[in-house]
């Protein structure tokens, strides 16, 4: 009885090692597989994805698959804002030219010659707006905060100063939440406060832009865990369809294309809310209101 016993022992642990040796190489090869294939990558190729004739890498191989699609993602990403951006350069520099080249054609009155050079300088003026907002977004993908304690209230009254001298005919009213006057100092946050200031500039300059009279109301308030800024005007607000777009680089909207401006206000600003880790809310009432929460901690 024992010797059954111990055989039947020795033949099941020769079985388990069998099975567990069988099981080692099986992965090994599938490893070895999935292996020479992402050796054989092609990092040019964006497409490509990856194949397991195993089921236990299958897991490990959805994972890759997810990773490839994500940078393909992000590639074609690049690639759209590329070409819109040099769309976006291109439409300037052909008028500049243009101008230039008509000019040139015969002989002209001095008159004619000042009206072209503020034509070409008014195009110049929007090529570098439109360049600096382009090289912030860049800076802004890949930029990391260090935050320090702002004071709100001195990021609206500053960026206020930035519009009025750069579009004197705007006006900005303030209103600011009862609730202020009982904290023991102004209302702060954690953040960059050059950036803040840009992200109120932007909303503050979209609020004035689309309003009838150039008119923005600038909202300062809280509730318990953030800071929380609201921009509304009295312009003709957001097609509902045209919502989920609004923060796209270079996205016109319907009612934007009768205004002057290359769409990347309100990317830099979605960017500079993200970096803080707040949530930027848009509602048209009609009329728009941008509402940005701040985590105060």
Known sequence: MVWYLLLGFVMGAA?????????????????????????????????QRLVTPAA??????RQLNQLLARRQAAFEDQRRFVVQAAHKLRTPLTSIRGQLEVTLIKPRS?????ETCRSVLQDIARLNLLSADLLTLAHLRAARLTPHP??????LYQASARLKARRPGYQVHFEFDPQLAELPGPLTVPGDAELLEQMCLHLLENGCKFSPHNQVRATLGLDTHHAILRFADDGPGVVPAELPRIFEPFFMGANAHLYCGHGLGLALVQRVVQLHRGIIE?????????VVRLPLQ
């Not at 001095?110 to 000042?114: D, F, G, P, Q, Y």
């Not at 702002?150 to 990021?155: K, P, Y």
């Open 110 to 114: 001095v008159a004619h010659h000042e």
């Open 56 to 61: 236990d890498t299958a897991p490990l191989v």
């Open 15 to 47: 079985l388990l090692g069998g099975a567990g040796w069988w099981q080692r190489r099986r992965s090994r090869s599938a490893l070895a597989h999935l292996t020479r294939q992402l050796e054989a990558l092609d990092l040019d190729d964006y497409q």
């Open 282 to 290: 848009v509602m048209s009432e009609p009329g728009s209101a941008f």
């Open 150 to 155: 702002i004071a709100l209230d001195d990021v």
